[in-house]
């Protein structure tokens, strides 16, 4: 089976315009975004697009790139985009942000080896929470699995609720995991939940992972102990800054 990963980058951010050009260490986001991507067992990466300028920079350091609508609603959409677009004929399909520049091979690697099972429709990644502050932080995703490891639920909330204990008793007395949002999909699969209407459970949680729950699909879940640095501000890019120069200095 093959694998391509998928980055979809758009220019038109609300929060942060033209983010995927950003400069970091003096390479644009994308680029850094792409190069962690080569590196892992992916058979092909390339980046969606809706812009020139993007498409432009891609080609500069020698990436690809495929031009998309830019009136998708999410990266998905436009991953499915993507994946029709192509000359060659993928298997299966993993979705990189765009706007983490420094995404850690192992989830990538991780995420390939869960969508090559033959039980697998869609896959994704969490991290167990040990911090008060995030388990109650409504933009930290929540989700429970089952034994198998499939989700059962993600929530902002705090999930589950442990009705007899204190509320700063529950990371002591619980496991508590947040959602890590990278996913992989078969192609098929791809397919079929772009073509998906909203549903009451994603409308009212603002996530679009309980519209593919609520029609029956299956999430294979992993669990890892990385967290990726995102760049969603212009302020972010601070961070992101000291990360890069961090890394430098241990190469």
Same mark, same amino acid.
Not at 71 to 100: F, P, W
């Given at each position: 089976?093959?694998?391509?990963?998928?980055?979809?980058?758009?220019?038109?951010?609300?929060?942060?315009?033209?983010?995927?050009?950003?400069?970091?260490?003096?390479?644009?986001?994308?680029?850094?975004?792409?190069?962690?991507?080569?590196?892992?067992?992916?058979?092909?990466?390339?980046?969606?697009?809706?812009?020139?300028?993007?498409?432009?920079?891609?080609?500069?350091?020698?990436?690809?790139?495929?031009?998309?609508?830019?009136?998708?609603?999410?990266?998905?959409?436009?991953?499915?985009?993507?994946?029709?677009?192509?000359?060659? /004929?993928?298997?299966?399909?993993?979705? *990189?942000? @765009?706007? %983490? +520049?420094?995404?850690?091979?192992?989830?990538?690697? &991780?995420?390939?080896?869960?969508?090559?099972?033959?039980?697998?429709?869609?896959?994704?990644?969490?991290?167990?929470?040990?911090?008060?502050?995030?388990?109650?932080?409504?933009?930290?995703?929540?989700?429970?699995?089952?034994?198998?490891?499939?989700?059962?639920?993600?929530?902002?909330?705090?999930?589950?609720?442990?009705?007899?204990?204190?509320?700063?008793?529950?990371?002591?007395?619980?496991?508590?995991?947040?959602?890590?949002?990278?996913?992989?999909? /078969?192609?098929?699969?791809?397919?079929? *939940?772009? @073509?998906? %209407? +909203?549903?009451?459970?994603?409308?009212?949680?603002? &996530?679009?992972?309980?519209?593919?729950?609520?029609?029956?699909?299956?999430?294979?879940?992993?669990?890892?102990?990385?967290?990726?640095?995102?760049?969603?501000?212009?302020?972010?890019?601070?961070?992101?800054?000291?990360?890069?120069?961090?890394?430098?200095?241990?190469?």
């Amino acid at each position: 089976m093959k694998v391509v990963g998928i980055i979809p980058a758009r220019y038109a951010s609300t929060r942060f315009p033209g983010k995927p050009l950003a400069l970091i260490k003096g390479k644009p986001m994308i680029q850094r975004v792409c190069e962690q991507a080569w590196k892992s067992k992916l058979d092909a990466v390339v980046v969606a697009t809706d812009d020139v300028r993007i498409a432009d920079a891609v080609m500069s350091f020698g990436g690809r790139y495929v031009m998309t609508s830019p009136n998708h609603r999410s990266g998905t959409d436009r991953c499915r985009e993507a994946l029709d677009l192509l000359d060659e /004929k993928y298997d299966a399909v993993v979705n *990189i942000q @765009g706007d %983490e +520049p420094f995404i850690d091979l192992s989830q990538i690697n &991780l995420l390939i080896e869960l969508i090559l099972r033959d039980d697998t429709m869609l896959a994704s990644l969490a991290k167990k929470i040990d911090d008060e502050d995030e388990l109650f932080n409504s933009n930290a995703v929540k989700v429970v699995m089952d034994r198998e490891g499939r989700a059962l639920y993600f929530s902002r909330n705090p999930i589950p609720f442990m009705r007899n204990e204190d509320k700063n008793q529950w990371l002591s007395k619980g496991s508590y995991y947040k959602h890590i949002g990278v996913y992989a999909y /078969k192609a098929q699969t791809l397919r079929q *939940i772009a @073509g998906l %209407e +909203p549903t009451n459970l994603e409308v009212s949680e603002s &996530l679009e992972q309980l519209r593919w729950l609520e029609n029956g699909l299956s999430i294979r879940m992993a669990v890892t102990d990385s967290e990726n640095v995102s760049i969603d501000t212009p302020a972010d890019l601070e961070k992101a800054e000291q990360f890069a120069q961090n890394q430098i200095l241990i190469e």
